[in-house]
């Protein structure tokens, strides 16, 4: 124990960290990220049944518990798991009505993460991580940066949807200061970065504590009115024989592409922001991260409950001080208590976790710092990965974009010597995906 102890409080750098760093980082990254309870379990419920809301709860829960615990023990990185957001809506909405039937849908996100798990134990994911140009990886972390943020404005209601929707209307409108949710966000907001401009430790936790508190006060709390045994019924539902058909193979793709570099760029972010690189430019243990990742995927549908995949909320754990998979094993045991009190993790309001992830968008901002924007072939492409990310609401949308434009670029000033196969050829499979899914 005293090993496997030493062993989580020295990153992959070999650099120390305390106990208390990465439990504070880990109260931050729950805090952020316990939204996927309600929120998944509610997208999942459409095809499921809401009679099965409860048991999709314990189950996202379970399965975010023991991924995260997964990613610590074994890959050493301070990034947390849990069913992600965009994949569970393609779940529910597309790859369900297509497959059959919600078992089927999950039987083809376990293959998915098989099929990835297979490319990682080839090289391939580990080789594209490692092709993507510096240029980029700045670009994409500061882009998720906006991103984080932009959620966070939407989860406070000061940014809203368009009222009439597009093309009558703008497609985004400033909300209504007044709403309760609205100011108590506004509140923890200001709170949150004067503890930050003040360099307090733990200023994002002690900002979403304050805002709840806040919120509470104004009645903006949901309270649990029970507590029961947990339900597990949704789980080992998912009927892979079902999803082994032809025609379900472009779905298949859809979902693996959406996977596959949602995780390259939460990790590569995460890494950037938490100056987890090192000499050579990579991110040491990146195998093992990706090997986690890809598991994770399929523990999702064998628990009937989307695709696992790491989170970029795993930034606020890193702002308040993680570095090691200390972190990830304290998130992941926090999510297995939640599998027995999931009415607690609805206390805290969205509105209250929304100021750390505006701020935690600024503090990723801070990357681009680094790029030169004098070599326009460079930045150019760096600018439409930060501009699409948070402006198509897709990680791997962002990425493509951002592949495809360096690629071209380079290709028409004469810049070949700058570009890899690898490169060229993921920039292919973006653009055959883009025209395929368009």
Request: with cysteine; charged share 10%.
């Amino acid at each position: 124990m005293r090993e496997q102890l030493g062993y989580l409080l020295k990153d992959n750098l070999g650099r120390p960290t305390t106990v208390g760093s990465e439990l504070r980082g880990a109260g931050a990254t729950f805090l952020t990220m316990a939204y996927i309870l309600p929120v998944n379990a509610g997208i999942l419920a459409a095809v499921v049944g809401e009679q099965a809301t409860g048991s999709l709860v314990a189950c996202t829960a379970l399965a975010a518990g023991v991924c995260c615990l997964l990613m610590g023990l074994t890959a050493n990185v301070p990034i947390a798991l849990a069913s992600g957001m965009g994949l569970n809506a393609l779940i529910a909405f597309n790859v369900a009505s297509a497959a059959g039937g919600w078992q089927a849908a999950m039987g083809l996100v376990v293959i998915e993460g098989l099929v990835i798990l297979a490319l990682v134990l080839l090289g391939l994911r580990e080789a594209v991580l490692a092709a993507i140009p510096r240029s980029l990886r700045l670009a994409i972390g500061a882009g998720i940066g906006l991103f984080i943020a932009l959620i966070g404005l939407s989860n406070a209601g000061i940014v809203v949807q368009g009222v009439p929707a597009p093309p009558a209307g703008p497609l985004l409108a400033p909300g209504v200061v007044h709403q309760p949710t609205t100011a108590v966000a506004l509140a923890g907001l200001v709170i949150t970065a004067a503890l930050m401009a003040w360099r307090v430790k733990g200023s994002l936790l002690l900002g979403i504590v304050a805002a709840t508190a806040i919120a509470a006060a104004a009645g903006q709390v949901a309270w649990p009115t029970g507590w029961s045994w947990p339900s597990f019924e949704v789980a080992l539902q998912a009927d892979v024989l079902a999803a082994l058909k032809w025609e379900l193979v472009p779905l298949l793709f859809a979902v693996m592409m959406v996977d596959f570099f949602d995780t390259l760029g939460t990790a590569t972010a995460i890494a950037e922001e938490g100056g987890l690189i090192d000499d050579q430019d990579r991110i040491p243990g990146a195998r093992r991260l990706l090997i986690v990742d890809s598991l994770s995927a399929s523990i999702g549908g064998l628990l009937g409950v989307s695709s696992v995949t790491c989170y970029i909320e795993s930034a606020a754990g890193v702002a308040e001080g993680a570095r090691t998979g200390l972190h990830s094993v304290f998130v992941g045991l926090l999510f297995l208590l939640a599998v027995f009190l999931a009415p607690l993790a609805a206390v805290v309001p969205a509105c209250a976790t929304a100021p750390a992830l505006i701020l935690v968008g600024f503090l990723m901002l801070r990357q681009l710092s680094e790029l030169d924007f004098d070599r326009l072939d460079e930045a150019i492409p760096a600018f439409l990965t930060l501009l699409t990310i948070p402006m198509t609401f897709s990680i791997a949308h962002g990425i493509g974009y951002g592949f495809l434009s360096y690629v071209l670029i380079k290709l028409l000033t004469g810049r070949v010597g700058d570009l890899s196969l690898l490169m060229v050829g993921v920039a292919a499979a973006f653009g055959a995906y883009f025209w395929l899914a368009g």
